[in-house]
């Protein structure tokens, strides 16, 4: 049996890097798809046999002129993150909220659409949304919606393109270059904050995500799923 082939957009830091490295030594072949040429190529390094593909998943001509170069595969990962549209409700900025949609809904389901033709019978797509599409929380109104776009869309492909699965994932508070925007100090502390009220008593790795991505992509009896890797963060919010 020839090997799968898996294709992570956003795959050359944090949660997609993870999630490469966690299927290589599962038996697949990856490619790595990212915008920034230098970080992607970096990160095709460590991965060692890792194929990377440099496009820029918000640019529909070229991400289908990717797809049209890596090929036929079988599991999509997207990969693909925002921080736009949190704050205030009462002040938020609309095109804040908008930049928002545009940096993460927009590609999730361009992408999704874009691979359509190049995905072989069996295989899957898997979504990276995040917990504030499932908490009522002050502050993410914004990006909250986002999110639940990403996580309204899993059942409804999962049903219209069977027997394609289409599953998702909810990140918690995970330790990626996502929280790079604070400083060092601030943005320990607050993981210190959050580990304090997760029930597991920690912030998440890269590589809890990457391995319930894993399980997704690799379970065939799993479809129109979005699981919450958030340490039970949630049954604290």
């Not at 361009?110 to 009522?136: I, K, Y």
């Not at 027997?163 to 607050?190: H, M, Y």
């Amino acid at each position: 049996m020839s090997k799968q082939h898996a294709v992570v957009l956003g795959g050359s830091s944090g949660i997609g890097l993870a999630t490469a490295r966690q299927l290589l030594p599962d038996g697949f072949d990856v490619t790595i798809v990212g915008r920034d040429a230098d970080r992607l190529r970096h990160a095709a390094d460590t991965l060692g046999t890792a194929t990377a593909v440099t496009a820029d998943a918000a640019d529909s001509a070229a991400l289908a002129a990717a797809f049209q170069e890596i090929g036929r595969f079988d599991h999509l990962v997207l990969a693909l993150g925002s921080r736009r549209g949190a704050g205030s409700f009462a002040s938020l900025d609309i095109d804040d909220v908008r930049l928002g949609f545009e940096e993460k809904v927009f590609p999730h389901f361009q992408a999704a659409q874009l691979a359509l033709p190049h995905l072989n019978d069996g295989g899957s797509l898997t979504f990276v949304a995040a917990l504030s599409a499932h908490v009522a929380a002050a502050g993410m109104s914004g990006i909250g919606a986002a999110n639940a776009a990403i996580v309204a869309l899993v059942p409804m492909l999962a049903v219209e393109l069977k027997p394609l699965r289409v599953n998702g994932v909810s990140p918690g508070v995970i330790d990626t270059p996502w929280w790079d925007f604070l400083p060092e100090e601030q943005k320990r502390a607050g993981f210190a904050q959050y580990a304090a009220i997760t029930p597991v008593g920690r912030t998440g790795t890269p590589d809890d995500v990457a391995r319930t991505i894993a399980f997704l992509v690799e379970n065939g009896f799993v479809t129109g799923q979005t699981i919450l890797c958030d340490g039970g963060l949630a049954l604290a919010a």
